[in-house]
């Protein structure tokens, strides 16, 4: 009687982790988050600042074209679903190597870019325009 009340209590087991999974697998940005998203991106873009990657410096047009890529992949992958899900899967550190981005702005230190992406979102959504 104990073999089959544990068999069905992992069943169950399973069945709620896939219940979990189904639910959280085909999540996708909503409105909110794909603005804040592409705001983030354009941030980037617009600033002075430099991005480096795997050791080597790039421009913000290379930059946001190597970010729009790994976005586009985890939209494909419904691997995404909110701005601070883009911080940590794309734009915090390279998917190869496991190295942090780091971003570069005249002025200011040189910082890991996930952080200077949350400060940047915190901006946007304190003050509706980020900071330069």
Not at 29 to 49: K, V, Y
Not at 66 to 79: G, I, P
Request: glycine share 10%.
């Amino acid at each position: 009687m104990s073999g089959e009340l544990d068999m069905r209590k992992g069943i169950i087991a399973l069945a709620c982790g896939l219940a979990w999974w189904a639910t959280t697998a085909t999540a996708a940005p909503g409105e909110q988050a794909r603005r804040e998203i592409t705001q983030l991106m354009d941030g980037l873009s617009n600033s002075q600042c430099e991005f480096q990657r795997n050791g080597k410096w790039y421009g913000r047009a290379d930059a946001r074209a190597h970010l729009q890529r790994k976005y586009d992949y985890l939209l494909k992958r419904d691997l995404v679903d909110t701005a601070e899900q883009f911080i940590e899967r794309a734009a915090s550190k390279s998917s190869l190597s496991g190295r942090a981005y780091r971003v570069r702005c005249p002025g200011q230190p040189e910082q890991d870019a996930g952080a200077w992406f949350l400060s940047r979102l915190k901006s946007l959504r304190g003050s509706g325009a980020p900071s330069r």
